[in-house]
């Protein structure tokens, strides 16, 4: 196992030798001055409701769905769910409303 990583590694390090940067397409879509720029923020929810190790699966996934959300961390021995949104798409009231629709009450 140990002997794969080290080639695995070898190999990706001899992959990025030759790269090189490439100038930017003119047909590239840059953001206009008009275009909101992302506020992310993070939230951490009590979830009350987790009781097994599947149920932060659940969470995770329902907040997931949600437009906005970059990332949502569960963790079963905390009963919590920390999730990182951007704040001009989302916010704490849908992710509170998500979880509810999962079927655990959460708080912030």
């Known amino acids: 196992m140990k002997k794969r990583l080290i080639i695995l590694t070898g190999l990706l ?8 940067t490439v100038p930017a397409s003119p047909l590239l ?10 506020v992310l923020k993070t939230a951490m929810l009590e979830v009350p409701g987790i009781t097994c190790p599947i149920c932060p699966i659940t969470v995770r996934k329902a907040l997931e769905k949600i437009q906005g959300v970059h990332k949502a961390t569960a963790r079963f ?3 919590t769910v920390t999730v990182i949104f ?8 849908t992710l509170i409303q ?9 708080s912030l």
């Open 77 to 79: 021995n905390a009963k």
């Open 86 to 93: 951007d704040s001009n798409i989302t916010s704490i009231e």
């Open 29 to 38: 879509k840059l953001p206009t001055k008009n275009a909101q720029s992302s």
């Open 98 to 106: 998500a979880t509810k629709n999962a079927g655990y009450d959460s």
């Open 13 to 20: 390090a001899f992959s990025f030798m030759g790269m090189t």
